[in-house]
Nanobody
Framework: QVQLVESGGGLVQAGGSLRLSCAAS????????MAWYRQAPGKQRELVAT???????TYRDSVKGRFTISRDNTKNTMFLQMNSLKPEDTAVYYC???????????WGQGTQVTVSS
């Protein structure tokens, strides 16, 4: 089993920045893909960004150029730097991880990000 714990969420004004962290523990040796998802009220959960163990990244179009995903494999931690935040970025952000190249099997409990206009 893998445990994921997010931190760093909060309330910020539009145009501001936040940095989310995700600490992984447990049976992490086989983990390859790590990802950030988000879910806004009344909407489906959506993929925000992914990063492989080797550092290959992907982003959804709406966050490209504003968000940066990174990971420190030595500390089993993943980050999401969010700049130029918009009210539409308001959501619960979830950390996820998996042993394959795309699918995730493990989830964190989520951290709330609220962007005020």
């Amino acid at each position: 089993q893998v445990q994921l714990v997010e931190s760093g969420g909060g309330l910020v004004q539009a145009g501001g920045s936040l940095r989310l962290s995700c600490a992984a523990s447990g049976s992490i040796f086989d983990i390859n893909i790590m990802a950030w998802y988000r879910q806004a009220p009344g909407k489906q959960r959506e993929l925000v960004a992914t990063i492989t163990r080797g550092g290959r990244t992907t982003y959804r179009d709406s966050v490209k150029g504003r968000f940066t995903i990174s990971r420190d494999n030595t500390k089993n931690t993943m980050f999401l730097q969010m700049n130029s935040l918009k009210p539409e970025d308001t959501a619960v952000y979830y950390c996820a991880a998996g042993v394959g190249t795309t699918a995730v099997q493990y989830w964190g409990q989520g951290t709330q990000v609220t962007v005020s206009s």
